[in-house]
Nanobody, 119 residues
Framework: QVQLVESGGGLVQAGGSLRLSCAAS????????MGWFRQAPGKEREFVAR????????FYRDSVKGRFTISRDNGKNTLYLQMNSLKPEDTAVYYC????????????WGQGTQVTVSS
């Protein structure tokens, strides 16, 4: 099992960029699919992006396609979310998660990092 520690959140103007990182420690990081989720105040947590264990397959929610890029560096045990052309609607706490079971239920979660996009 891995432990996840997120970083890279902050305040940015609309149209700007941020790069979130999720550092994993533990065993066999490279065998897990990983995902990013977000939760805005008063709203339900929602899926943002997923990446396979190899990095060869990615999937995004429609609203971030073309703006966000999920990637991973298994050698560094780190997951990334490059966020470009940010909009105020992207404001949320962002969480990384590991799909330990391979069933897309994401059993392990990070602590979250705040992303605030000003207009």
């Amino acid at each position: 099992q891995v432990q996840l520690v997120e970083s890279g959140g902050g305040l940015v103007q609309a149209g700007g960029s941020l790069r979130l990182s999720c550092a994993a420690s533990g065993r066999t990081f490279s065998t897990y699919a990983m995902g990013w989720f977000r939760q805005a105040p008063g709203k339900e947590r929602e899926f943002v992006a997923r990446i396979s264990w190899s990095g060869g397959n990615t999937f995004y929610r429609d609203s971030v396609k073309g703006r966000f890029t999920i990637s991973r560096d298994n050698g560094k045990n780190t997951l990334y979310l490059q966020m470009n052309s940010l909009k105020p609607e992207d404001t949320a706490v962002y969480y990384c998660a590991a799909d330990l079971s391979g069933t897309t239920t994401y059993e392990l979660w990070g602590q979250g990092t705040q992303v605030t996009v000003s207009s």
